[in-house]
Structures are given as structure tokens and as C-alpha cells.
């Protein structure tokens, strides 16, 4: 039956993240954001935990565990610091079409060189409908230019379509940007010109199950960016004092708070519910992988939308002292609009989720039903 | 973690289905369009307790509550692990329609506080007849007056204690039922001057002297079942009808009663908004499809939102009935679904209309009768603002005054 318990193994996954969150990311909030990178005891101490390897199989030295716990424990990290979050996963969602579309061998090949070598990252860019990323193959070449990745260095690179992947990993140019958002894990602009392709792999299928992987993990990063806001401005709103109370006990505020509290969880729920079905299609085949894809599309969509009603408010009950960067609040509401521009962004991902609408006749299913 | 609705929970489901189409939203639709809740007498009433329902949660189980009456506690531990098949049923039977859901027959409103606070004897007495009916009754729940809606603290309905009586007088409103009931939990106040404190539960019966003025209201949606306002003039009611006796609100658990009671229907009042709003929502993808929408991109857009709040809406509501399973703490949880369903649903009706065009206008649509039914969603059992204010309290501790 509809049960929300996550059960001993996840909740301590949790509860190891907010504390790695704790220690390593959320006192050096801004010193990450400045260096543009991370502090190499926090790299090392994620790499002990074995939150790098968290999806990989144990071939390659990972826990094998699926989306949810992903989703857990990226919410976590992300609660304190989206950038940092990227840039500690270093593989990061440019597992997903490699292990959708390669299998073993691909992830030997690409993925262990990343996990396995300091410093190195991954990016997935998304090269279908609606991309700003703009790429063109022949064979085994590729040129390009892609406008923006959350980093600023990129040895292994993956560009997605809707019919499948090509993996780059020489002939890479990244010019620095500044960046809008999630700065901790950088940013720049990359140049393709004439690069050697190495491998192409290709399948729609696979294609949308990566898409929705990814979808996920960015989902979870917008679930804990306005989670964190939420709760920073509610305390915030409860210490200060304006005509004679809290600012929380006008109404004007108290409503939108519980609002917000409301947003986060809807976000969520939504999360929970996309990554449940993608962990059941994987094992069970209590969902298709159509119906967790079409999940995950609209957990991004929800969480986008919801994450851009919550972060600007996180930065309005704090007033002006929101708007100053003495708080998180701000970089909060960036980085929420950064997050969400990823993966095609938030259209592409409501015409996603709309698809089995016109599609399937009969009555829209929300949840689940056990078959008779 | 688990997300799928389970086979007995799906087999509920199906029963409800298989009178859903065929009987409770044509119920529904004739009492709309007659502008009259579905009389006590209609055959569908009789059809419903032939098959079981019209019942009463409580157990039947007098001795046992006895026992516990004379132990420590007092209270009857409610059943466990039943809120989420609750939910998913009340959800089901509103999708079809959620006027008809209402007017089942049955206990209603008055169950909770009856066999929450009730005496064992008062069990038997008032819910007693509700486990077994031979033919449909109804119970009711008295607690909105002229001036009292949301601030159920100031009602103005004055209880007065004269000999082995009480002797009740005001004006009630909106009780769903109140008609037709064979009782209504009526709340009436010994002292107005110490509100919640002075608060007191009646089980009013049925032709009591001074019970009377009934005026079943026109409403703009929702008209299958009735809303009643009716006054008490000096209405006589026996010590024994005071809801958990004398000793109960010595505790000062009066008030407290009644929102605990609204604490575990919140989740089902929102979950009934979800069944309407996604009654919507199958019909607005219906008509886009055979007129030929679907391919628009702004229409797909809302179609699509709207499943997903309605999607999340439903989730919140079993989250909150999770927790009530449990026994844990879920106020907060219980007012989120609350807040949040109703307007996802209004959303989801009111773009319906927008795709009718015109159509919507005639005002013979399902989609045009869903859109009039759902504001009421918002506004019963504590409106969003009131919601709203219970989750303040918890998250930032917003004071009561
Ligand atoms: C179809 C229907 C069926 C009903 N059935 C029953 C029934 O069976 N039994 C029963 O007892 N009652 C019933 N009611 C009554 C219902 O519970 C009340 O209408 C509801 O509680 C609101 O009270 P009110 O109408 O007096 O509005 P008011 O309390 O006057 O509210 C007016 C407006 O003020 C807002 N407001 C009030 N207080 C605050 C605050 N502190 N902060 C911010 N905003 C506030 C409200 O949200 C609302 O928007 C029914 C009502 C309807 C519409």
C-alpha cells in the first residue's frame, strides 16, 4: 500500500549526507563560490563515503543503489550548496547514457577514468529539441559550441539526443565564464572543433531513460535549493521583529510561508514518486520505463516552477538584506534558475510530461494501480 | 518507499467505479439540474444500504469501550491503517460525483465526535441504529452559525443546564443532512466569555420540541445533498445527549474534540477535491482530444500542469493519511493537502471551461457543473486561509489571537 517510509538503509544515507552537508559544504557556502571549486578535504571525504559511485555497479567499485537514494542524497547536499554538489560529483549525471546505452564495457571505458583520476569532470549537454548547444557530426568528428556547462573543465563530455549519445573526451576547449549560478562548481562556455567522437551509441529508448535519470538528479538538486530557502527565510522571519512582532506573525507572511513549506513538499512528493517508478521499472516492472520517464519530466517541471515561486520569495521575507549576499538567500534563487535551464530545460520537460496526454485515451492515471 | 495502490485498495476502487458511471453521476446530474438534494426516499439510498453501506466506523464493540472507559485513557484508540483506503475510496466516489458522495447516507460528520468523545452508552444510543440500517438515516454535525463560520470559538448558541436538561438556543447553518437527520451533533457554548473552554456537544434527536425551522439553502453547486440552517428555540435536550458527559470537558477537551475530528477529515475533504478536479480533467482531455486541441502547445502546457498538481495534490493527501496510520503527528501535513487541493482542482475546472469555449457557457457540461461544485472544496472544514493559519502555527508558532 501507499507507504512513504523510506526504511533504515535510506534514512541513514540521508542522514550521512546532511551530515557531510553540514561539516564540508555549508560553512564554506561562499568561500566555494568565490574559489569557483572545492576544498580538497571535502573531495576527500566524499570520496570516502563513496558518494561518487552511489548508481555505478559494483564492478566499478559502486553501492549499485538506485534513483531514490540518488534523489536523497542529493537533495541533502544541494540543500547546502547546489555548485558544490556538482562539482564533488565529478561523473555526475554523464553516468546515466553511459550506462543506459554502453553497459559495462562503456562505463569501464568512460566513467572509471573520471571516478578513478582527481580533478577530472564529466558533463551531459542536452543536443536535442529545444538545445542551445549547438553540434554537428560527421562520422567520427564533431564541431560545436555549447553556450554554458556548471563547470570549468570538462574531460569527459556527453552530448544527448533524443536518439542517443556521443561521447567526447579530447579536443575539448573551455573558455571561463562567470557564471549565473552554481559557481562553486564553475562555468564556461565549450568549443568542439573537429573533435574526435569516440564512441556513438545510440537507441531512444535508452536515450529517455537517460534523460529521465538525469532529470532526476537535477530535480533533487531544485528540491533542496528551495527547501533551504524555505527554511533559512522561516527562521529568519521568526527573529525578525517589525511593528512590534516576528515578521512570521503578520498574516501576509505567515501564509506565504506555510505556501512555501507546501511548494517543497508538492516538489517533492512529485520527486519521490518519479524516482519510486524509475527504481520499479529497473527492478520489478511495476512501472514501464515510459511511465517513469513521463514522472520525471513532470518532477522537473514541478520542481522548476515551484522552486522559482519559493527562491525569490526566500529572498523577499529576508527585504533588502535578501538581496545582499551577507545571505544565502540569494545565491538560493540563482541557483535555482540556473538548475532549471539544464537538460532542455523546463518547456522541454512539460512537453515530456504532456506526451502520454495525447497519446493514451481513457481516464488520466495519477498514481499507480496494483493489476488485478 | 511504495507509490502503487494495492490490490485490495484497487478492488475498492473498482466497486465504486462499477456504480460511478451508471448511478452517482446521474444521481448527481438530476439533483443539479432540479436544483433539489437527492430525496431521503430515492431508490439509490435504498440501493446503497442493501449493499452495506450507510454505516458507522465505530466498531459496535459498547463493552470493550466500557472497559476502556473505566481503565485509564478513557478514549477508544481509533482504528489504525484505515485512512489511506478511506481516502482512496472518497477520492473515487467524489471523481463521480462528489454531491452524491456527500449524501450518502450514514452518520456523516457526526461519527468522529460521537465515537471519539461519546460515552460507551451514547455509542450505542447514536451510532448503535448506523451499524446494521435496515434503511438509510442520516446523522448531522451542527457547528457553523450566521455569525460563526471560521472562528468556531464565537458561537453564540447558549447551552443552559435545568435540572436533568439542557436547554439549548440559537442558529445553526449550512449542517449537511440537518433535515433529515435522525440526530445533529449540535455545539453550543455555556459561557461565551470563555470560548473554546465553554464549549459544549449535544446530540440533538429528531423531533425535539424547539428543533425546527429547517430551510434547505440553494446553493451554486453541490446540490445533491442538502445544507440545512435551522434554529433552536429553548430545545429540551437530556443530560444524557451531552456529548462525553460532564467529566469529559472537566479535562477541557471539548474544543479539542471537534478539531481532532477535523484533523483526520481534512486529508478526505482534500482528497475529494482531487477525485473532482481530476473528473476535470479526463473530461477537458476528452473534449481537446475530439476537437482536435491536443496539438496546440498552450493547451497541452495546462493539461499537463494540471495533471501534475493534481498529481502532487494527491500524494500530499496520502502522505498526511500515511501518518494518521501510524498514529503519528500529521496537523501539519493534513492542513498542506487541504490548502493545496482545492485550488488545483478549482484549476483544473476552470480550464476545462476554457477549452469548452462557448460549449462551457451553455451550462449543460459536466465540466460547467464540476467548476460550480469545487469552489466549495476550499470553504468547507476550514477554508485555505484557515489552513493556513494551522500550518503557521505549527511552522513559525503564529499566534492565536
Ligand atoms: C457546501 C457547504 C457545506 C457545509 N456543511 C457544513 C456542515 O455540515 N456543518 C457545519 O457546521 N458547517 C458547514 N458548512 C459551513 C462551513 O464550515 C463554513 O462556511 C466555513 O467554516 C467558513 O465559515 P463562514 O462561512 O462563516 O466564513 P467566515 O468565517 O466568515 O470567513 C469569511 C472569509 O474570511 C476568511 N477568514 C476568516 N478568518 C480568517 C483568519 N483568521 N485569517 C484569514 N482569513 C480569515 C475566510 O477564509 C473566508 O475567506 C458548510 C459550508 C458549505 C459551503
Redesign the pocket.
Given at each position: 500500500m501507499i507507504d512513504f517510509d523510506l526504511g533504515d538503509e535510506l534514512e541513514l544515507l540521508r542522514s550521512t549526507a546532511q551530515q557531510f552537508a553540514a561539516d564540508h559544504l555549508r560553512p564554506a557556502l561562499r568561500d566555494h563560490e568565490s574559489a569557483r571549486q572545492i576544498s580538497q578535504p571535502a573531495h576527500a571525504a566524499f570520496a570516502e563515503i563513496g558518494f561518487a559511485a552511489l548508481e555505478c555497479p559494483e564492478s566499478l567499485g559502486g553501492s549499485a543503489l538506485g534513483s531514490l537514494a540518488r534523489c536523497l542524497m542529493m537533495e541533502e547536499l544541494a540543500a547546502a550548496d547546489p555548485g558544490a554538489a556538482l562539482a564533488l560529483d565529478r561523473l555526475g549525471a554523464a553516468l546515466y547514457p553511459i550506462a543506459e546505452m554502453g553497459g559495462d564495457e562503456a562505463l569501464e571505458r568512460f566513467a572509471r577514468p573520471v571516478l578513478d583520476t582527481p580533478d577530472t569532470r564529466a558533463a551531459l549537454v542536452w543536443c536535442g529539441e529545444g538545445a542551445r548547444a549547438q553540434t554537428l557530426r560527421s562520422g567520427d568528428r564533431i564541431s560545436g559550441f555549447v553556450p554554458w556547462v556548471p563547470s570549468d573543465r570538462v574531460d569527459l563530455l556527453l552530448l544527448l539526443d533524443e536518439r542517443g549519445c556521443s561521447i567526447v573526451h579530447e579536443n575539448i576547449r573551455c573558455e571561463s565564464l562567470r557564471g549565473g549560478g552554481l559557481r562553486a562548481a564553475g562555468a564556461a562556455e565549450l568549443h568542439l572543433d573537429d573533435a574526435p567522437v569516440a564512441a556513438h551509441l545510440e537507441g531512444e529508448a535508452a536515450a529517455g531513460r537517460a534523460l529521465a535519470r538525469a532529470r532526476l538528479y537535477v530535480t533533487a538538486l531544485l528540491v533542496g535549493v528551495m527547501r533551504e530557502s524555505a527554511e533559512f527565510s522561516r527562521q529568519y522571519a521568526l527573529d525578525r521583529v517589525a511593528f512590534g512582532r516576528p515578521i512570521a506573525h503578520h498574516?501576509g507572511l505567515a501564509f506565504l510561508i506555510a505556501d512555501m513549506a507546501t511548494a517543497v513538499d508538492a516538489a517533492r512528493v512529485l520527486l519521490w514518486e518519479a524516482a519510486v517508478r524509475r527504481d520499479d521499472a529497473q527492478a520489478n516492472g511495476l512501472a514501464t520505463h515510459e511511465q517513469a520517464a513521463e514522472a520525471a519530466a513532470t518532477a522537473f517541471a514541478e520542481a522548476a516552477e515551484q522552486s522559482l515561486f519559493v527562491t525569490p520569495n526566500g529572498v523577499q521575507i529576508l527585504g533588502g538584506h535578501g538581496f545582499m549576499q551577507d545571505y544565502p538567500v540569494e545565491k538560493m534563487m540563482r541557483e535555482a534558475r540556473s538548475l532549471s535551464l539544464l537538460l532542455g530545460g523546463v518547456d522541454l520537460a512539460r512537453e515530456h510530461a504532456a506526451r502520454d496526454l495525447v497519446v493514451h485515451e481513457g481516464p488520466v492515471a495519477l498514481t499507480l494501480e496494483a493489476p488485478p | 518507499m511504495n507509490l502503487v495502490i494495492d490490490g485490495p485498495t484497487r478492488e475498492r476502487l473498482d466497486s465504486v467505479r462499477a456504480i460511478g458511471e451508471s448511478q452517482i453521476r446521474p444521481v448527481g446530474i438530476e439533483a443539479d439540474r432540479l436544483g433539489r438534494p437527492v430525496p431521503p426516499d430515492h431508490p439509490f439510498f435504498e440501493m446503497l444500504v442493501k449493499v452495506g453501506l450507510g454505516r458507522t466506523r465505530w466498531d459496535g464493540k459498547a463493552e470493550a469501550d466500557r472497559a476502556a472507559a473505566s481503565s485509564s485513557s478513557g478514549a477508544s484508540t481509533p482504528k489504525l491503517g484505515a485512512s489511506r483506503g478511506q481516502l482512496a475510496v472518497a477520492e473515487e466516489t467524489s471523481y463521480w460525483d462528489r454531491g452524491v458522495a456527500v449524501a450518502f447516507p450514514g452518520p456523516?460528520?457526526g461519527d468522529p465526535p460521537i465515537s471519539s468523545m461519546g460515552t460507551p452508552d451514547q455509542k450505542e444510543r447514536f451510532l448503535g441504529r448506523f451499524l446494521n440500517p435496515d434503511r438509510p438515516m442520516w446523522g448531522?454535525?451542527?457547528?457553523?452559525e450566521p455569525g460563526?463560520?471560521?472562528?468556531?470559538a464565537g458561537i453564540q448558541t447558549t447551552a443552559h443546564k435545568d435540572g436533568d436538561s439542557w436547554i439549548l438556543h440559537g442558529a445553526?447553518?449550512?449542517?449537511?443532512?440537518?433535515s433529515r437527520a435522525e440526530w445533529i451533533v449540535v455545539w453550543a457554548t455555556v459561557d461565551r466569555s470563555l470560548g473554546r473552554d465553554g464549549h459544549r456537544a449535544f446530540v440533538v434527536e429528531r423531533g425535539t420540541p424547539g428543533l425546527g425551522d429547517f430551510v434547505v439553502e440553494r446553493?451554486m453547486g453541490?446540490k445533491a445533498y442538502e445544507?440545512t440552517s435551522f434554529t433552536l428555540s429553548d430545545c429540551r435536550v437530556p443530560s444524557a445527549n451531552l456529548l462525553g458527559g460532564e467529566d469529559y470537558y472537566a479535562r477541557k477537551a471539548g474544543f479539542k474534540g471537534a478539531m481532532k475530528s477535523f484533523n483526520a477529515t481534512r486529508p478526505l475533504v482534500a482528497a475529494m477535491a482531487v477525485g473532482i478536479g481530476r473528473a476535470a480533467l479526463d473530461s477537458a482531455v476528452v473534449f481537446a482530444r475530439e476537437n482536435d486541441l491536443l496539438g496546440q502547445v498552450r493547451v497541452r502546457d495546462r493539461l499537463e500542469r494540471t495533471r501534475r498538481r493534481l498529481r502532487a495534490a494527491r500524494l500530499l493527501c496520502w502522505r498526511a493519511a500515511w501518518l494518521a496510520d501510524y498514529g503519528r503527528p500529521n496537523i501539519l501535513e493534513a492542513s498542506m493537502s487541504k490548502a493545496f487541493a482545492p485550488s488545483v482542482a478549482f484549476e483544473a475546472a476552470s480550464l476545462g471551461m476554457e477549452l469548452l469555449g462557448e460549449v462551457g457557457g451553455r451550462g449543460d457540461h459536466l465540466i460547467e457543473k464540476l467548476f460550480r461544485d469545487v469552489k466549495?472544496m476550499d470553504?468547507?472544514?476550514?477554508?485555505?486561509?484557515?489552513q493556513?493559519?494551522v500550518m503557521a502555527r505549527q511552522l513559525v508558532r503564529l499566534p492565536r489571537d
Open positions: 498574516q | 456523516g460528520l448531522s454535525f451542527a457547528m457553523t460563526a463560520g471560521s472562528d468556531v445553526k447553518s449550512f449542517a449537511a443532512h440537518a446553493k453541490l445544507s466549495a470553504i468547507v472544514e476550514g477554508t485555505g486561509q484557515i493556513r493559519v
